[in-house]
């Protein structure tokens, strides 16, 4: 929830450098954000570094996600809007993230979870298609926004089943989301190389980049990073979908925009997603752990937190 309270802000900030290009955002972002995360989980991931090199491919895997997720974020509230492409990209996010538990770890997705995801993308949409007749775009540039919020809601998601799936492995929080997120930083370098220089035309301009890398993309992300650390990575974002609902406050309350019946059953129904989720309890599903991750908790002969049996127990899945 704080996370998404924080990245609620990102649409209308960046809003307020108009003549810097959406890549020129993302790269500032994400990039210099990205490499503060790696920058404060330093120790742990030299720490993990052996665990890292074993899991390497979702390192990778995850750290082209975090380059791909903030160029087609901002591209599409560009091209489309702030209110359609952030509704678009946080509620597609957990469609995403649970057909990549589904099919890549075999999770079974509670009933829970599925009255939460539509209720949560109903009431996005709903927002979506209010703010979006409010601001008339053109027809072209929905669907480019469209588009690319697709992209932005699959890398999102990829990003975070990755870095869940690190975290399950045995790697620390610090690690894996440091790991990931620094590797995604390093590669959207050459982005702001190539397209930053209007970052520095002016102190505005330069503020809001500050604030888009510090405060939704370093501090949110590293709430995200606890987040994931203790529930699965289709929880986390289907909580995220009260994202648009932050953006759409934050443009009644401060910039006078105004919300029809439409926007406002939109909010109702992401509320009711987010009490779903977090004030029902959960059904107790294990996370996927390997072996050697298995053993090293349970090592002690200590009750197991990660198959939750006693350590003579077989490992569950």
């Given amino acids: 929830m704080l996370a998404s309270i924080l990245w609620g802000t990102t649409g209308t900030v960046a809003a307020q450098a108009p003549e810097v290009s959406p890549l020129a955002i993302g790269a500032a972002s994400l990039g210099i954000g990205g490499l503060l995360q790696c920058a404060v989980g330093a120790r742990r991931v030299w720490g993990d570094r052996s665990a890292l090199v074993d899991n390497k491919g979702l390192v990778i895997f995850g750290g082209v996600a975090v380059m791909i997720y903030p160029l087609a974020f901002y591209s599409s509230m560009s091209m489309g809007g702030v209110a359609l492409g952030t509704v678009i ?58 588009l690319l919020g ?42 702001l190389l190539f397209s930053g220089a209007p970052l520095l035309d002016s102190a505005q301009n330069f503020m809001v980049a500050a604030y888009l890398a510090l405060i939704p993309m370093f501090l949110g992300y590293l709430a995200f990073g606890m987040a994931l650390a203790k529930v699965p990575a289709s929880t986390a974002t289907t909580v995220t979908l ?33 009490l779903i989720l977090l004030v029902w309890s959960p059904r107790n599903i294990g996370p996927i752990v390997s072996a050697t991750a298995h053993q090293k908790y349970c090592a002690e002969g200590t009750r197991c937190g990660i198959c939750r049996q006693d350590p003579s127990a077989e490992l569950m899945r």
Avoid: K, N
């Fill in 89 to 146: 990209s946080l509620g597609t996010a957990p469609l995403f993230s649970g057909i990549l538990e589904r099919f890549a770890d075999g999770a079974r997705l509670t009933v829970r979870w599925h009255a939460a995801a539509v209720l949560g993308i109903a009431g996005s949409t709903l927002l979506g298609f209010s703010r979006a007749a409010e601001s008339g775009g053109s027809g072209t540039g929905v669907v480019a926004g469209c």
């Fill in 150 to 191: 697709l992209v932005a809601g699959a890398s999102y998601a990829c990003y975070s089943w990755a870095t869940g799936r690190l975290i399950r492995a045995g790697i620390g929080r610090q690690g894996a989301v440091g790991s990931v997120f620094g590797v995604g930083g390093l590669l959207l370098m050459p982005v």
């Fill in 242 to 274: 009260s994202e648009p609902a932050v953006a759409a406050a934050l443009a009644v309350g401060l910039l006078s925009e105004h919300l029809g019946f439409t926007g406002w059953a939109g909010m109702a129904l992401i509320a009711v997603a987010l």
